[in-house]
């Protein structure tokens, strides 16, 4: 990156505003901020002070630090995947800061007890073909094609494949809890 390159695109406004259906007009009304600086922000022609990034930022429900983050950030990141097993369980993964996706497949009969390790996060099981059995603390419950369930990943839990399964595993990472 140059020097005189900007770090910060806050033409991800324009994105935002247009993505609401409002005019730049209704923003700085709405914001407090002028018409002028926020054209200008959009436009990457002035620097964002901290006071207008939290003032713009809760017109899009979101915080200063996550508008500048979106400022900051290239808007597509892309990853590679790893493979692994874990108990007859074969894994396709990717990863990301908030969330990793597990694409699986299971013969009959293999058995995993929390295939991935767990973090703080939600968990989403999605059986795209065959059938699978999910174990949780207090419930058992079979998943069909189509099917999906939601949990606390923290939970002690375990896959059984009743019959050759394909599925998709979601790790949702939890927002902070203080």
Same mark, same amino acid.
């Given at each position: 990156? #140059?020097?005189?390159? !900007?770090?910060?695109?806050? &033409?991800?406004?324009?994105? *935002? ?8 007009? @209704?923003?700085?009304?709405? #914001? ?6 926020? #054209?200008?922000?959009?436009? %990457? ?6 006071? =207008?990034?939290?003032?713009? &930022? ?11 983050? *979106?400022?900051? #950030? !290239?808007?597509?990141?892309? @990853?590679?995947?790893?493979?692994? %097993? ?29 295939? @991935? ?13 065959? /059938?699978?059995? *999910?174990?949780?603390? %207090?419930?058992? =419950? @079979?998943? &069909? ?31 902070? /809890?203080?």
């Amino acid at each position: 990156m #140059s020097e005189d390159a !900007p770090k910060f695109d806050f &033409s991800v406004l324009r994105q *935002l505003r247009k993505g609401r259906g409002m005019t730049i007009d @209704e923003v700085s009304k709405a #914001s407090g901020v002028s018409l002028a600086v926020i #054209s200008k922000l959009e436009r %990457n022609q002035t620097a964002a002070e901290i006071e =207008t990034l939290f003032k713009v &930022s809760r017109i899009f429900g979101m915080s200063a630090s996550d508008l500048l983050a *979106l400022a900051e #950030s !290239p808007f597509a990141h892309r @990853e590679f995947e790893c493979s692994y %097993n874990s108990h007859g369980f074969k894994f396709r993964r990717i990863r990301y800061g908030n969330v990793m996706v597990l694409l699986g497949d299971a013969e009959a009969g293999a058995m995993a007890s929390r295939p @991935e390790i767990h973090h703080d996060d939600y968990e989403v099981c999605w059986v795209l073909s065959g /059938r699978l059995r *999910l174990t949780l603390p %207090n419930e058992t =419950t @079979e998943l &069909s094609a189509g099917e999906s369930l939601q949990f606390d990943a923290i939970l002690e839990h375990r896959y059984e494949a009743i019959d050759d399964a394909k599925l998709i595993i979601l790790h949702i990472r939890k927002e902070k /809890r203080f």
